[in-house]
């Protein structure tokens, strides 16, 4: 077994990584900051007026949405008496996501949900890539109606959901895994800098 991981070619794959990680330094240093700090901002006042933040997404992008609602339940509240932020993913409910899938499509499996659940001085927090899946669009339309502000992390060009959206994050990059990686990496940052914020409240 160790003879057969001598046929590696490192340095090509190093090279890979090296550019991986230099794309993802450029990206960094492009951050809109102003942007990511109206988020906190935002997240703060839901905190802060007991309201509720939803976030959605597809994929790793779904996964990191759900990351960032453990985070702002118990991480948040961890840190602070046990007083997280009202977080729902809202791909969480398997129950609910496949009966809405199965009776209306999957393009509906969010928005149905912001429709009974959200309230005013709520807040929608999508994560997407592209900025163009269906169900990511019709979610912050649905916000729109409901008149709960949106936000998001947005990869590619921003696709339509980069107009409907009331503060955006957003980073061009076509490379899928990079978006996903600055959407988690963002998600933290504001999460740290929440706790220090309602730590010194």
Same mark, same amino acid.
């Given at each position: ?28 240093? $492009?951050?809109? +900051? $102003? ?17 509720? +933040? ?9 996964? $990191? ?48 949900? %912001? ?49 409907? %959206? ?10 899928? #895994?990079?978006?996903?990686?600055? #959407? ?9 800098? %929440?706790?220090?914020?309602? $730590?010194?409240?």
């Amino acid at each position: 077994m160790p003879n057969e991981y001598k046929q590696i070619k490192p340095l090509v794959f190093s090279s890979n990584i090296n550019l991986y990680l230099e794309e993802m330094i450029s990206l960094l240093k $492009n951050i809109d +900051v $102003n942007s990511v700090t109206q988020l906190r901002d935002a997240l703060y006042y839901c905190w802060k007026d007991k309201k509720t +933040v939803y976030l959605i997404g597809n994929g790793g992008s779904e996964a $990191n949405a759900t990351h960032l609602a453990n985070d702002l339940i118990y991480g948040l509240g961890k840190t602070n008496n046990n007083k997280g932020l009202k977080a729902i993913s809202l791909s969480s409910n398997a129950s609910i996501s496949t009966a809405i899938s199965n009776d209306e499509g999957y393009e509906f499996v969010y928005s149905k949900q %912001l429709e009974t659940l959200a309230e005013e001085g709520d807040l929608l927090l999508a994560f997407s890539g592209s900025g163009n899946s269906q169900n990511i669009i019709n979610c912050l339309k649905a916000a729109r109606k409901i008149g709960i502000k949106t936000a998001g992390f947005l990869g590619f060009d921003g696709g339509a959901s980069k107009k409907l %959206l009331d503060i955006c994050i957003y980073t061009q990059t076509y490379n899928m #895994q990079l978006s996903e990686d600055l #959407q988690i990496i963002l998600g933290h940052s504001i999460s740290r800098d %929440l706790c220090e914020i309602i $730590n010194s409240d």
